[in-house]
């Protein structure tokens, strides 16, 4: 059974001022670097074989960290990078007009092909995120990868995995540094394919990020 573990990354500077990022990036506060740490004391014992990561510079940081305590290399899948989410990345969430709101919306309300303009759609999100996943099943037999990537996206991915709809990620806490796992598992009585063994785990952390309880 391949099991994969999936870490959002550590907080930023945006997380922290409550700037939407997106594909756009911040850097990782001392806060977040420190999450980062704790994750890598928490799974160095693991015998992860790969660190795998959303391109963009806050998720390499943190892999760049849990890859120090691991001694694997870090590699890069931009499928693994955030909700493209267009005209509104970089604006804080608090100054958004109701038009902004409304485009916002679109995304957590059900509209199949509802998007921020030029912005991507949660379906496009899910896609390329079940296409990453996908891509560990191609791992020499052994493996255990941990994935290094976005709120959105793995709150996505998880969401997906238990055949619920894409946006039903906002209902999902998943904190900076936060821990989930899934499985692939072959099974003639539950369900084959991936299922999810833990969601959100922040235990490892001394200090969890506030962000998810502040939006
Ligand atoms: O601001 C955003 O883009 C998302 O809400 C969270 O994205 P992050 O996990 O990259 O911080």
Partial sequence: MLQVYLVRHGETQWNAER??????DSPLTQKGEDQAKQVGDRVRSLGITHIITSDLGRTRRTAEIIADACGCEVI???????LNMGVLEQRHIDTLTAEEEAWRRQLVNGTPDGRI???????????????????????????????????IALGCLVSTILGLPAYAERRLRLRNCSISRVDHQQSAWLASGWVVETAGDVSHLDAPALDELQR
């Avoid at 890069?76 to 955030?82: K, V, Y």
């Avoid at 949660?122 to 995120?129: A, D, F, T």
């Fill in 19 to 24: 700037r939407i990022q997106g594909q756009s």
């Fill in 76 to 82: 890069a899948d931009s499928r693994l990078r955030e």
């Fill in 117 to 151: 303009p030029e912005g991507e759609s949660m379906q496009e999100l899910s896609e390329r995120m079940h296409s990453a996943l996908q891509s560990c099943l191609e791992l020499p037999p052994g493996s255990r990868p941990l994935l290094v990537s976005h709120g």
